[in-house]
């Protein structure tokens, strides 16, 4: 149950760095007000605990920034040399970097050990909790589609009886490609209708304009008459 915060009182922002990302808890009087968690890049996840801790100090800062300007408050660490970070001098270029992000606040530091740190620190492992993925069907009809294709079928036969007479041509997963694009046979009028619905008319293609809709598709997908087809499309709708 979070809290309304009461700006007569100081903040206690209590943060935590893991392998995977960083996760901050800013409360008052011993309830949450606010949550902050963000995954951290694949190179700072190769940084040292103590990068990622002061990362998770400065970025918490910058979320809550509303809340902690012109206020005194407490930020609580599980990494113990940043209790000190105030008196430190300036030795690493991510030193240089974040610490000024800090200047304008009146903040102080305290050393909070991990498992008394539980809150944050599992909103910055949460990332290992749950993942949602965007699955898209459009490569699955299109698979489906090309098995009743005679041009399809064609092609990919003489490029399997001798594939040198096709150095650009590639078959994998049941596509046929050219020159890393997927290629579409003429025959297949219904599969350019997915392609063009989906680059174009869709929530995802957004209606853009003919040149930006040919380009995103020209990037994955040949077949004869592209440029025609997709003018007409977009005319069209």
């Excluded at 809340?67 to 408050?73: A, K, S, T, V």
């Excluded at 009809?141 to 064609?154: E, G, K, P, Y």
Aim: charged share 20%; aromatic share 12%; net charge neutral.
């Amino acid at each position: 149950m979070l809290s309304l915060p009461d700006f007569s009182k100081p903040f206690i922002l209590e943060t935590d760095a893991s392998a995977v990302g960083i996760g901050a808890v800013l409360a008052q009087d011993g309830h949450p007000i606010a949550y902050f968690s963000k995954k951290l890049s694949n190179c700072l996840q190769q940084q040292f605990s103590y990068v990622r801790e002061l990362y998770a100090i400065t970025e918490a800062v910058a979320k809550f920034r509303h809340y902690l300007i012109g206020h005194h408050f407490v930020i609580r660490t599980d990494q113990r040399s940043l209790k000190h970070l105030q008196d430190q001098t300036i030795q690493t270029p991510e030193q240089e970097a974040w610490l000024p992000k800090l200047l304008g606040f009146s903040y102080a530091i305290e050393y909070k050990p991990g498992p008394t740190n539980a809150a944050a620190d599992a909103l910055s492992h949460s990332f290992h909790m749950a993942i949602s993925i965007a699955q898209l069907s459009l490569m699955d009809d299109i698979r489906a589609a090309l098995l009743t294709s005679l041009a399809f079928q064609q092609r990919v036969d003489l490029f399997k009886a001798d594939p040198q007479d096709y150095p650009h041509h590639s078959f994998c997963d049941g596509l046929l490609f050219i020159h890393h694009r997927v290629w579409i046979p003429n025959d297949t009028p219904h599969v350019i209708s997915l392609i063009l619905q989906e680059f174009h008319s869709s929530r995802i293609g957004g209606h853009a304009g003919f040149l930006r809709t040919y380009t995103r598709i020209a990037a994955s997908f040949a077949w004869q008459g592209m440029r025609r087809d997709v003018r007409a499309w977009v005319r069209a709708c």
